[in-house]
């Protein structure tokens, strides 16, 4: 006869715990209790820890560890779980078995963030007892356990085989086992059977040991999303902060004093405006997709921010004026023109209809815009959101520096703190480029135009600069849960998606962002990459990163320098000389083509070579590392390849080339191809572009020092200068790769 198993036995109904009362305060139960902000009881299904002292970077919802997603039978243990695990000296005090005794030994005091996500582990792990109805708790049950605790819900990814990490399975079983030793505190054996989980064995056991290199990978995604935003400082940056500045500067202090004034004020104040603008006025698009009158940012002017005060007022006007005005969607009170840029289809356009103080146009893009910034410093100094949460609100020192040969060049240096694993914020430098000097002085024109003190840190003591304020458009209030700094952490993909969407549905940019699915993780990691890829990269990924103890230098070089230099010293070094000779041997080919002050030395450089650059056999590697051997001063850099003596370098180089400080062209080393010089004009036109007075002065003098190269030129678009580049490069990597020059 079968056996009859009961589904939920009757213990498994909810009982009342045996440690704790329901009315119970975490205020007086957990460590740094007393700084929460409200009243939380034992019995809540939602603990809101907002206040205590460890939230550095978190608020609202983040602060919360949420029971009610978790079956109520489970509920008190799990409770008494977080509880435990944040005070594990209440179970001396609660509890008399050998378990409780011991577990202030072997349970450490965690922090409410890491008791978070615990609880959300676990709760996955329930959610999966829950749903394959596992009732006895035996040999097999755990034994199926293993393989379910790391299958994904989505059915589509179960029947592709795919699984979720092992760290995501020992974490879930870790919180399944601490969960099974509440019950053996509490007096619950009948919650998840008496022998122990897994038959006892530990997790790494389970689903093996932790890895020593990290799971996550660089990600292309990152440098789309910085492509974007680089261009949205190379291009509208400016424009939007000049609306913000004209706005600021145009918005009543004082407010009407009755409600009648504000109808008579916003009657005048639309009344103008139609006059300036041939009887039209603001109107923006309401839920039902007609016109009506843009009540919310004309009142606004006015000193008003109450929406239905707005309104009200908004509609009174209409009722006056009735047919007299033609609302209009790009109508703006701002007489600050948007600039126009070129479009995918040609020709030019404004890159939006206007830039009006509503939540889906300036507010908008004023928020968008410190995101940018943000996100941009992450991407490119590579500093985390702790690190962003602290950079002082004047950050960057500017030097001037002369070159050999009597020209200048500026060095931006960028102030912040070293924040992790940290008992306080360090201070640490950082070179950044001319860009994050523009960012930086954008942002505080931001600042200056709304008007407000900036705050200080309390990590720090120094005012910072990511202030909530920042991104608060004029007048108005931050949302009221909202931390005093802002953070990229879980938000910052849907910003960066919204202006890209937007920029490319009018034509203006070539791609959205839509499918771009990345991570702070990815940005950070992706960021190390791209500086260990160059020229002396491990140490420029250990500036930017930060690294500055053995053990994270060690993770890193595991992550990031292994994966992008699978080759040992030697085989680099073979590499090398085989690319030196490479490029010699396309100058003797192409050598009609080449310009350059370094033509001199070129032909020298050929002389000494002939017989080797004009046997007719195959170039083989070996054959091109000879060369290279014998010409080890040959080296491409950015815009020139440098055939480097020291006489007469202008980049005053120790012992090699400083293309930091290369002047193309110009050099008596320097030899330019046809794909150089097509760099080095497409750089010229996009430093003149730029609305950055250095760059322009730097456009200049790329102009004065290659004037030919700007009338080779002339009659080129950026687009064609894009495709000379790129099909060099392609043809140059496939002739490597067929071992041929």
Excluded at 276 to 293: H, M
Excluded at 398 to 423: C, M, V, W
Excluded at 499 to 522: C, N, P, Q, Y
Excluded at 608 to 630: C, E, V
Aim: proline content about 5%; overall charge neutral.
């Amino acid at each position: 006869m079968a056996e009859v198993v009961p589904l939920f036995p009757i213990d498994w109904v909810r009982s009342a715990s045996l440690l704790f009362r329901d009315d119970e305060r975490l205020n007086d139960l957990i460590p740094g209790g007393e700084d929460l902000d409200r009243i939380v009881l034992f019995s809540d299904d939602v603990w809101d820890l907002a206040g205590h002292r460890t939230w550095k970077d978190k608020a609202g919802a983040m602060t919360r560890i949420p029971f009610a997603g978790i079956e109520e039978r489970w509920r008190d243990a799990t409770k008494e779980m977080a509880l435990l695990q944040m005070n594990p000296a209440l179970a001396v005090d609660r509890a008399d078995n050998p378990m409780a005794q011991t577990w202030p030994n072997v349970q450490e005091p965690i922090l409410p963030v890491t008791a978070q996500g615990n609880i959300k582990m676990l709760g996955h792990g329930l959610a999966i007892i829950d749903q394959q109805h596992i009732t006895r708790f035996d040999s097999d049950d755990w034994a199926r356990l293993v393989v379910l605790l790391v299958q994904p819900r989505s059915v589509k990814e179960k029947q592709a085989g795919s699984t979720l990490s092992n760290a995501t399975g020992r974490g879930r079983a870790q919180q399944l086992i601490t969960l099974w030793q509440m019950t053996q505190i509490a007096g619950r054996p009948g919650l998840l059977g008496d022998a122990p989980p897994f038959d006892g064995r530990e997790t790494v056991e389970l689903f093996g040991g932790r890895t020593k290199s990290n799971a996550v990978r660089p990600h292309e995604g990152v440098g789309h999303a910085l492509g974007f935003v680089a261009w949205v400082f190379d291009h509208i940056a400016e424009d939007i902060v000049s609306h913000i500045e004209w706005w600021a500067q145009n918005t009543s202090t004082e407010p009407p004093l009755s409600r009648q004034d504000t109808f008579e004020a916003m009657l005048d104040l639309t009344a103008r405006i139609a006059q300036e603008n041939d009887g039209k006025v603001p109107g923006s698009r309401n839920v039902n997709g007609g016109i009506t009158l843009a009540h919310a940012p004309l009142a606004r002017l006015l000193g008003v921010y109450d929406a239905d005060e707005a309104f009200l007022a908004g509609r009174w006007t209409m009722s006056q004026l009735r047919d007299t005005v033609q609302l209009s969607t790009t109508v703006s009170p701002c007489p600050v023109p948007v600039i126009e840029l070129p479009t995918r289809a040609g020709g030019l356009a404004p890159w939006t209809e206007r830039l009006i103080a509503s939540k889906e146009s300036l507010d908008a893009w004023q928020r968008r815009l410190v995101y940018y910034a943000m996100y941009y410093l992450a991407a490119t100094v590579m500093l985390r959101d702790s690190q962003l949460s602290v950079l002082p609100f004047d950050p960057l020192s500017t030097q001037e520096f002369t070159r050999p040969d009597g020209s200048t060049y500026i060095k931006h240096t960028l102030s912040a703190y070293k924040t992790k694993n940290r008992h306080a914020d360090v201070p640490t430098t950082v070179v950044v480029n001319g860009r994050v000097a523009r960012i930086i002085a954008l942002l505080h024109r931001m600042q200056r135009a709304l008007g407000y003190e900036p705050r200080r840190s309390d990590a720090t003591g120094v005012p910072y600069l990511f202030d909530q304020l920042l991104a608060t458009p004029l007048g108005k209030r931050h949302h009221g849960m909202a931390r005093d700094g802002l953070y990229l952490d879980l938000g910052f993909l849907k910003i960066l998606k919204e202006g890209a969407r937007e920029l490319f549905d009018r034509g203006i940019t070539k791609r959205s962002l839509d499918d771009v699915d990345i991570s702070m993780r990815h940005v950070r990691i992706t960021s190390a990459q791209a500086y260990a890829v160059r020229e002396h990269g491990q140490a420029l990924a250990a500036a930017f990163g930060q690294w500055d103890t053995v053990a994270v230098a060690r993770g890193y070089v595991g992550d990031v320098y292994k994966l992008i230099t699978p080759i040992d010293p030697d085989e680099a070094a073979d590499l090398a000389q085989q690319d030196a000779g490479r490029r010699l041997h396309r100058a003797f080919t192409h050598r009609s083509t080449l310009t350059g002050k370094g033509q001199a030395r070129l032909d020298q450089t050929i002389e000494a070579n002939r017989p080797a650059l004009s046997n007719p056999q195959p170039l083989t590697p070996a054959r091109l590392k000879t060369l290279g051997k014998r010409n080890r001063n040959i080296e491409q850099g950015p815009l020139t390849l440098c055939l480097y003596q020291a006489e007469g370098a202008l980049c005053g180089g120790k012992g090699k080339p400083d293309f930091r400080l290369c002047l193309p062209g110009q050099c008596r080393n320097s030899i330019m191809s046809r794909a150089d010089r097509a760099r080095y004009e497409l750089m010229r036109r996009q430093h003149r572009t730029l609305k950055s007075d250095v760059l322009r002065r730097a456009a200049d003098k790329m102009n004065d020092a290659n004037p030919d190269i700007a009338a080779e030129f002339a009659d080129t678009s950026d687009d064609v200068l894009h495709d000379i580049i790129t099909e060099h490069i392609d043809e140059y990597i496939r002739a490597a790769l067929e071992d041929r020059a």
